[in-house]
């Protein structure tokens, strides 16, 4: 079975990444496959590591004639048996063909930019629920959950960070934008004696967090740290990760903090309340909620054997259902159907 695979983000953010992760999955099954990606120096060095067929397009705004008119003739080459599309500039482009067109739906996009494929993807139900809604058929989506291969790491120095060893460590994972909800995580701060804060990622919003680490009178337990790419290390070093994001639609940082045997406590967001299991997998307060967010905090930080309920049950749950051998499967599975 031939695959192609397009993907038009021009950034280093969770669909990007995760990208990269399943196409490695499916070279690692000895699947045939060929990538089309926007050109980005980390990315395509990734790619070229894995030794996976791929080449750049532009894939531009309205204007942009020779992406798609090169997608048509990469494919009528390649000859794919499923194309299957990242994010709605990727398949707002997909091109005609005798093959089945799958779009992998990581967000609740706008049905509109999806018009050229015969089949959506969603990672949560919630996205094929949302989809349905908007008017497609059951019969075209198709529910596929993220996975994550996780080798683990050792932890690294907290001295590095200037953070004490007898403090709770609470460690955000992502890009510094409004979505993500990093400034309801360094407020509670305010009502968490002790406690420090790592926020690993980087985005426009890093100034305004720092000023308002200021305002709270919190700035001396909190560190930006910046892109990183020891998440591994920086999540066996911390005691809890915090997701309070406004909008998910699935969140690979859940599935992180599982295999790292991490706590999580987020927010009622789509993903992590489709997933999580508030006081047995992690733990869930309202959006936007800053005392119910940190009650959950002062919660598992006072409470070991709650502590220890949402590590086991959690690492359970990763393992029963997350894996990269059962991911593989499923994807396989759906396309041996639609092909």
Not at 88 to 105: D, E, N, Q, W, Y
């Amino acid at each position: 079975m031939k695959l192609m695979q397009a993907i038009g983000g021009a950034g280093n953010g969770g669909a990007e990444n995760f990208f990269i992760q399943l196409a490695s999955a499916f070279h690692s099954a000895d699947m045939d496959q060929h990538l089309v990606t926007r050109p980005h120096e980390m990315r395509d060095s990734q790619i070229k590591t894995a030794g996976i067929s791929h080449q750049n397009l532009k894939f531009g705004g309205a204007l942009d004639f020779v992406t798609p008119h090169r997608l048509r003739t990469i494919s009528k080459t390649y000859k794919p048996d499923i194309y299957l599309s990242w994010m709605a500039r990727a398949a707002s482009m997909t091109p005609s063909g005798p093959f089945p067109k799958l779009a992998r739906l990581g967000g609740y996009y706008n049905p509109k930019y999806f018009k050229k494929c015969d089949h959506l993807v969603g990672i949560t139900p919630d996205l094929c629920r949302h989809v349905i809604d908007q008017g497609w058929s059951k019969d075209r989506v198709h529910y596929v959950p993220n996975f994550l291969n996780w080798k683990p790491k050792p932890p690294v120095s907290r001295s590095e960070f200037s953070t004490p060893e007898d403090v709770p460590l609470l460690l955000a994972l992502g890009r510094l934008h409004t979505i993500k909800g990093l400034d309801i995580a360094v407020q509670s701060l305010v009502q968490i004696k002790d406690a420090h804060l790592w926020l690993a990622g980087d985005g426009p919003l890093r100034n305004s967090l720092e000023e308002l680490a200021i305002k709270c009178g919190v700035a001396n337990r909190v560190r930006f740290l910046g892109w990183r790419t020891d998440k591994e290390a920086l999540l066996a070093t911390a005691d809890i990760t915090v997701f309070p994001s406004r909008q998910e639609g699935f969140g690979n940082v859940i599935l992180e903090a599982w295999a790292a045997r991490t706590p999580i406590v987020a927010t009622q967001a789509e993903g992590p309340s489709a997933y999580i299991d508030h006081g047995e997998t992690g733990m869930l307060s309202p959006i936007d909620d800053i005392n119910a967010f940190a009650d959950n905090l002062k919660t598992l930080i006072a409470s070991r054997t709650l502590h220890q309920k949402i590590v086991n049950r959690g690492f359970l749950q990763y393992e029963d259902g997350f894996t990269e051998q059962i991911a593989v499967q499923n994807w396989q599975t759906l396309f041996r159907k639609l092909t």
